[in-house]
């Protein structure tokens, strides 16, 4: 793309677009991190998550006031508005997985006691796994800023839910088995229900960037395969 | 039965549409300066009751443009007009067409405030006064005030309509002006840059005043101000080389043009 006439606009939205990468980087790492701590009962991890969250909490702030200010200075119109518009949505999507990731962490310490049967871990790593792999795309995705692979990104959302509903109807088995698994288990399944919104966080991600780049939003409804909101109305 | 044919149809269609909507319409229209082509087969229509923008960078054509539609470019020596260009459907170019009558209903604004060297009174009036628009001297009194009303003026002139408008301020002198342009009641007003010699606060009574004209007042405006044509306008149009690159909502323009050149000119880029 052509640049600006004053180079110092196209110097704000480099800027924009390097802390938008950074704040995805840590994000990604955050996640990453959190699984590891709650599979391998890592306190330490746990609590580096823990802090790490500031940061994340301080970079989206800080680019809310630089789009406020571009768009005080500079009346941004056409693509330049609306990638302003998407780099605040995408910050603030980022700043709630990182939220997701933290509150993972933080249910470390309660399910560290309890030990988690070997199949029930990896069917929380390879959840993990799929969110991670969708939020890494997505955010290569942002860099290439390509219309057609923010839009297969989006539709690939439901084999996330698909293993959510699943590891959703295992750790209601684990309860059912024994009462002394519900508390650990409630905790779990918060952790894959966080995992899965990271997910749908990388999805709106994916449709802010699909509309910076054409200026329409995605057709159609996103897919949607989570099924556990019928759970148990059937007397299942 | 009784069914109209498809080419009835379509003439019928083509009224009501001109009839809801379209106050000018031009097409294939060119000019030229002697040798040189200054615009190249424009299509642009005017919506009555519609601000419509006209921008793109200088010498694009877009004053050219603006000055067809009052036949202004009949006062430039050598200048050709080819094309078509309608008011309420008839062809202002038609040889039976009275120029001056044709200028009371498509009015001008121009980029510095100009008004004559008589009093605030006498600028309003003259236009009514050659057009025989005022029978008595209370009618005259009623357009002078109206026309100030309208254009905003009413108040910081009514006690002093006798003093030269040269005595006004530069906003002032801008928004006689259009007093001046609406006292003979046109039914278009076509505006060349007004705001360009205003301060901002001048400008923003200006842009307020579109909006409140465009109720009785069909409005063209040229602007090199894009902020500007994102905040009068409903319509625009950019003008590249003598050509017209995209007409569009001025909502879409300005969040999603269909053209690369209308992008790159209003985001402030290269071309």
Known sequence: ?236 | MNMMSEAAVEKALDKSMSDAGLKMIGKDVSVYYGEKRALFDVNLNVRKNTVTALIGPSGCGKSTFLRTLNRMNDTIDGCRVTGKITLDNADIYDPSVDVVELRARVGMVFQKPNPFPKSIYENIAYGPRIHGLAKTKSDMDRIVESSLQRAGLWNEAKDRLQEPGTGLSGGQQQRLCIARAVAVSPEVILMDEPCSALDPIATAKVEELIHELRTNFTIVIVTHSMQQAARVSQRTAMFHLGNLVEENDTDKMFTNPDDQRTQDYIMGRFG
């Open chain 1, 1 to 236: 793309m052509s640049t600006h006439i004053t180079s110092i606009y196209d110097e704000d939205l480099k800027y924009l677009t390097r802390r938008i990468s950074e704040m995805g980087g840590l994000a990604e790492q955050m996640v990453a991190e959190s699984v590891r701590a709650l599979v391998n009962a890592d306190l330490a991890l746990a609590q580096k998550v823990i802090s790490d969250d500031t940061i994340l909490d301080d970079a989206e702030r800080q680019i809310g006031e630089k789009v406020i200010v571009t768009i005080a200075r500079r009346q941004p119109v056409a693509s330049d508005l609306r990638e302003l518009m998407g780099s605040v949505r995408i910050a603030a999507d980022l700043e709630r997985v990182g939220d997701l990731g933290k509150n993972t962490a933080k249910r470390v310490i309660a399910v560290a006691s309890a030990s988690l049967p070997r199949q029930l871990a990896r069917g929380l790593e390879h959840l993990a796994e799929l969110a991670l792999v969708q939020l890494k795309e997505v955010l290569d995705v942002y860099a290439s800023r390509s219309p057609e692979k923010a839009k297969s990104i989006r539709e690939r959302d439901n084999e996330i839910d698909a293993i959510y509903t699943s590891l959703f109807r295992e750790l209601l088995t684990y309860m059912m088995e024994d009462p002394r698994n519900i508390t650990p288990c409630t905790h779990l399944l918060f952790c894959a229900k966080n995992i899965e919104r990271i997910g749908d966080h990388a999805t709106n991600i994916a449709e802010t960037i699909y509309y910076m780049t054409t200026g329409s939003p995605p057709e159609g409804e996103r897919p949607k395969d989570d099924t556990t909101t019928s759970f148990g109305a059937t007397g299942a």
